[in-house]
């Protein structure tokens, strides 16, 4: 359990079953990998025990690598049997920005962090590379600071490696397929560096404790401003319906009223009849005149127009 006590593996490679009462005592990770800084020999001797572990899949690590793909099988054995083996531990750096180095970092095992200016851009895993610009002599410094994230078996391949390969195995076609891909890639990856490390200064600024009170400040006035705005509009939408339903009721009142009297049958009284030297008309003319208008005021009955007078009719 050694690999997984230093962080290499996360898994068991074999279990282990008690024949008899077993006393053992369990060292973990995060007791064990902080010790090892103050003990370099302890430190030296593990590194070492990594490194025999995990010298079988070395040559399968190189010819996997899809950096080197149009080269020959031989020539990518040879770098595998010439590359340094390394281990870092956690926070350990393997290449640091704007340095100058002449080696190709390829992590076999663990992860590792790229950052530039502090700002972490991308996490590197197993088969991941980083420095062929500088390997090929595309770049003389590194890019961006590569630190192990976790513990790190890695193989170095450095500029004078890779020639003493060349001229065993020449490749010119491949070499300079590489440089092309190596220089596109380099932009690509400078770009997207400047790019991630941009966002997160700006980012940084505007998450400062001023700003981000102003900003907040700004925000909650105006949502308020908006709020106070949509219960304004819902007001006058309100009372934009009821005054045109109310106008609508009275219109509809009106048109029943006037239907109602459309409907109603005319009805004509005679005036009272009245005497040629102007004297009144006798009472009973007057209480059938006063009787028929005291029927005609129902809703029920029919209108009452006042008919000409006797004297007109004579006439």
């Not at 006393?23 to 003990?39: G, N, S, V």
């Not at 819902?234 to 005054?243: I, K, L, S």
Request: glycine share 4%.
């Amino acid at each position: 359990g050694e690999l997984a006590m230093l962080g290499v593996s996360v898994s068991r490679s074999a279990s282990i079953e008690a024949k008899e009462v077993c006393l053992a005592w369990e060292i973990t990770q995060d007791k064990a990998l902080p010790l090892l800084e103050r003990f370099p020999l302890a430190k030296k001797k593990f590194q070492n025990l990594i490194i025999e572990h995990l010298e079988r899949s070395v040559p399968a690590r190189i010819l996997s690598l899809s950096l080197l793909q149009h080269f020959d099988r031989k020539f990518k054995t040879l770098l595998s049997v010439s590359s340094e083996r390394r281990v870092y531990f956690p926070e350990e750096l393997l290449a640091r920005e704007d340095f100058v180095g002449q080696r190709l970092f390829v992590i076999n095992v663990g992860k590792a962090t790229l950052k530039r200016k502090g700002e972490t851009v991308k996490i590197l895993s197993n088969g991941a590379c980083f420095g062929s610009g500088v390997m090929l002599g595309v770049s003389r410094v590194y890019l961006a600071t590569l630190a192990a994230l976790q513990t790190c078996h890695v193989l170095a391949i450095s500029s004078t490696v890779f020639v003493e390969a060349l001229e065993r195995y020449p490749s010119q076609q491949a070499v300079q397929q590489l440089r092309r891909d190596e220089k596109i890639a380099q932009e690509e990856t400078a770009a997207a560096v400047k790019k991630a490390c941009t966002r997160k200064l700006l980012w940084r600024r505007f998450t400062d404790g001023g700003n981000l009170k102003r900003a907040f400040e700004e925000w909650h006035r105006s949502a308020k401003r908006q709020s106070g705005q949509r219960r304004w509009r819902d007001w006058e939408q309100d009372a934009r319906e009821v005054t045109i339903q109310k106008w609508v009721e009275k219109q509809e009142a009106a048109r029943v009223r006037a239907r109602r009297r459309d409907e109603q049958p005319t009805v004509v009284i005679p005036a009272p009849p009245s005497t040629a030297d102007g004297a009144s008309p006798p009472a009973a003319a007057v209480a059938a005149r006063e009787a028929a208008i005291a029927a005609g005021s129902s809703p029920k009955l029919p209108r009452l127009v006042e008919g000409p007078s006797a004297a007109a009719c004579s006439a």
